[in-house]
């Protein structure tokens, strides 16, 4: 089967798997809470930066407030999250770019966005999908990677801006952040990382890897 339809059969599969599948699993408030979570979520677990927003919001609620912190009382903050002083240094310095150059708000574009400091390409792609609708690209997290990769739709392993360029040639625009979400959903709940369910799975029949699970 051609790719581009097998991917577009995939996100209308999917969407009567997972109708409530959400856009981020980060809690947020605002683009700015959103901003400086998704930067925490880097090489750490949602349910982890869950874990510590709320105090670190209670403490920081504005870009003005963050922007003034110490490094130290924030690294005590953010340390069960791992690598704490580079990313109380990201969120600081974002703070204070977002107060100095953008009037305290988040800006909507990949370029302005991918200008803050730990902010990635997809950082940034979650920001805009979650926040503003808008898809400048695909969000490739670790569940989406894998799922990609185990699906046939990529087989570019271990290089996610190509696997990123795959699925934006196989997919219209408009589909891009439905794609993320659901294969998001998907990779959570049913192909896991260790132990993917082929058996239920409601793709095996278009899955090269459907073995995997058996
Ligand atoms: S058939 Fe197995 S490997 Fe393929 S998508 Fe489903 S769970 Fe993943």
Known sequence: MDLSKKAMQIVSILD?????????YLNYKSPFEMLIVTILSARATDAGVN???????????????LA????????????????????AGYITGTSRLLVEKFDGKVPNTLKELISFPGVSRKTA??????????SEGIVLDTHVMRVTLRLGLSEHENKPEKIEKD?????????????????????????????PNCTSCTLNKLCPSAELGK
């Open 16 to 24: 009567k798997t997972y109708p409530d599948a959400p856009a981020t």
């Open 51 to 65: 874990k510590i927003s709320p105090t670190l919001f209670k403490k920081y609620p504005t870009p003005e407030k």
């Open 68 to 87: 003034k912190v110490n490094l130290d009382e924030i690294g005590q903050i953010i340390r069960p999250l791992g690598a704490y002083n580079k990313k």
């Open 125 to 134: 792609n979650v920001v805009l999908s979650v926040v503003f609708g808008i």
């Open 167 to 195: 699925m934006m040639e196989l997919l219209p625009n408009k589909f891009w952040s439905d794609y993320a979400r659901l294969i998001g959903a998907h990779g959570r709940q049913t192909c896991k990382s260790r132990r």
